[in-house]
């Protein structure tokens, strides 16, 4: 398995449900990002953890929890979720969080999880 | 108020011609740029980047150029083919300052490139 995988692919969840969306990454990255991508929306970044710690944490509601064990696994826990968070979830890697001097930084994705919430 | 901007939807090429992407950015403080290309179903794939301190870089078919005065830059395909029918999107990273975040990309919102046969 290489580059970085997402499980499931097709989410249906009720407003009431608890699911988890998984990331695994296969490229000896130590930086880890969930995005959302709505219908006609550019991609939004929600979270981006570095070494396993959150770095950042773009004002996304409650509902949605983010955990990463390690620098391989990310997961994005989701309860009570809204009809509206119905949206294709992209998880990406990265070396690292560039520091300062280091010039670029480019994302791998994987191949998102399609969620549709009822 | 977004700060990088694909300001066409979408764009028809024939196959052999050349495609043009465009993407304008208003944010001084970016200083990488990258383009991704998406086929549905699939997460976006990285193609090309570009640092601030190049107005060129090229990869086989694939060109970009960046002018940084004018705060845009363009993906070029020479020549188009039928398998290059995706969105693209451009993204921008900004400069590392006071040690936060430095990865976080921002993106446009895609062009939809068709290559006719």
């Known amino acids: 398995e290489t580059g970085v995988t997402q499980t499931p692919r097709h989410l249906v969840m009720g407003m009431t449900n608890k699911k988890s969306l998984k990331c695994e990454q296969h490229?000896?990255?130590?930086?880890m990002y969930w995005y959302k991508q709505s219908a006609k929306k550019p991609l939004e970044l929600m979270f981006v953890y570095n070494f396993k710690e959150q770095t950042e944490n773009n004002s996304v509601p409650s509902r949605f929890s983010p955990e990463c064990p390690n620098s391989s696994h990310l997961f994005l826990h989701l309860h009570t979720l809204q009809p509206e968070d119905s949206a294709l979830y992209l998880c990406?890697?990265?070396?690292?969080?560039?520091?300062?001097?280091?010039?670029?930084?480019?994302?791998?994705f994987g191949p998102g999880t399609r969620l549709l919430v009822l | 108020d977004q700060q990088v901007k694909q300001n066409s939807p979408s764009l028809s090429v024939q196959e052999g011609r050349i495609s043009i992407l465009n993407c304008d950015y208003t944010?001084?403080?970016?200083?990488?740029f990258l383009w991704y290309k998406k086929y549905p179903a699939e997460g976006p794939t990285f193609l090309i980047s570009?640092?601030?301190?190049?107005d060129k870089n090229e990869d086989g078919r694939f060109t970009v150029f960046l002018n940084k005065s004018a705060k845009h830059l363009s993906l070029h395909i020479v020549p188009s083919q039928p398998g290059d029918s995706a969105v693209y999107f451009c993204a921008a990273s900004p400069a590392n300052a006071g040690g936060t975040s430095y990865g976080k990309l921002t993106f446009g919102q895609g062009t939809i490139l068709t290559v006719h046969p």
């Open positions: 944010n001084s403080m970016f200083d990488y």
């Open positions: 490229l000896g990255h130590n930086a």
């Open positions: 570009i640092s601030s301190i190049k």
């Open positions: 990406a890697s990265s070396q690292d969080i560039v520091r300062r001097g280091r010039v670029g930084e480019t994302q791998y």
